[in-house]
């Protein structure tokens, strides 16, 4: 019986050997990824294609670690999917399952030099300068029709031509859409995009938010740094314009204000308001409503929800608020331990999920018709990150486990042409995958949105909640979603 606890006492210590061989791999990796980042290249290197063109971003077998003193943090492991362009893709998982991870890589943000995004790709349609022979951006002039009825550019006061002011105050220049794939561009590079192209809505707002600087401050900031040309009178028109668009009842009052002076919904509206300044194509949501109560959490999802039509934008929403995802999302994406184990749309989530983990974590949820005294707990832990094993990492918490489970990793299975999940309980009601590779979000794209009925994907975490136990199985049945989605589908 001692032999055993020290057994298992020694699983959670490592020799000092062992610390010195990782501590000298962790150095050669991170010198390596590092000096990768803050390389010289032409665009040609990161520039690629998109794989659906409905999408706005792609992430594809991303692979994000942590090298840390006890081992590789495995944070994000081969995730892959994809954000149709105008919609809005909740990312959910229970704590720790690397949703936050994923959108910092997607914003090069992950914590250096231990953090490094070590393969993959994350494809994201941006549109770049075009630049001149010298790489100089090309700037667009005013024009104006002289006597003789020809075109000539207009010159100041100093004979120089004058350069035409775009719908954010700033100087224009020549543009061009392009896809760029993020993993691989440059740090120099990426300031190009982040911020303008990307913008991220930070989970805790007094922790994002400097305390010695006004909000003004904050807001006139990234309005310089991004928009190039732009004045001191017009970046500050901007941010109370801002302040104003994200329901703030005294902008000019507010833009003098500090941070702490502020209530913690109204320091979410400054972070969104941030985020916004430069009415970027995606936005990272990142919890955003986490430490806000209900009231406010109701007004911050609404005001998200009008704001990206105003702008028409995509959202990306992370969060492990089902509620939430139900009430916001038009696709969602279920992650467990780094990977990517469930995709469809939210009535495929809600209506009929498959994952047994997704399944779980439905039950979870707390309603007013629950009958019983204590919630539903999905047995077991999560996997140690640093020695994650070969088979599904939800094997030892399943409670549809069969021996099939302890072989290989599942690989994701298209069970509808909008549903995806990566479980064998699934295997003999696979289609066929189409001609072309997607990722499994990708379909249909938001310019074929599928018809949503107002009774089907519920609106709120209870009416979540009852949807998807009115219509899901039994915990000991496995077979009879499957069965379902197939009659569905040969129907």
Known sequence: M?????????????????SHRIAKENSKSIRYFEKRKHRRVRPEEY??????ENNIVEFEDLHTYFFSDAGTVKAVNGVSFGVPAGSTVGVVGESGCGKSVTSLSLMQLVQAPSGQIVSGSIRFKADMFKLDSHGKKIPVYETQTDENGNTVYKLDSHGKKIIRKNELGGNMYEMETQVVDIAKMPTEAMRTVRGREIAMIFQEPMTSLNPVFTIGNQLDEVGKLHIQGISKK??????????NLVGIADPEGVYKKYPHELSGGMRQRVMIAIALLCNPKLIVADEPTTAL?????AQILDLLREIKHKINGSIMLITHDLGVV????DYVVVMYAGKVIETGTAEDIFDRPLHPYTIGLQKSKPTVEQESESLYCIPGFVPNPVNMPNYCYFRDRCEKCMKKCSGEYPAMVQVTPTHSVSCYLYEES????????????????AAKKPAASKSTKPKTASAAKKASTAKKPAAGTAEKPAKSVKEETDG
């Open 47 to 52: 520039v690629t294609q998109m794989k659906d």
């Open 2 to 18: 001692a032999e055993n606890r020290a057994q298992e006492k020694k699983k959670h210590y490592i020799t000092r050997k062992e």
């Open 326 to 329: 139900a009430e916001m999302a």
């Open 293 to 297: 109560d209900v009231t406010i959490q």
């Open 430 to 445: 696979a289609q066929t995958p189409p001609a072309t590779a997607e990722t499994p979000a990708d379909k249909p794209s």
């Open 234 to 243: 017009k970046v500050k028109e901007r941010s109370i314009q801002m302040l």
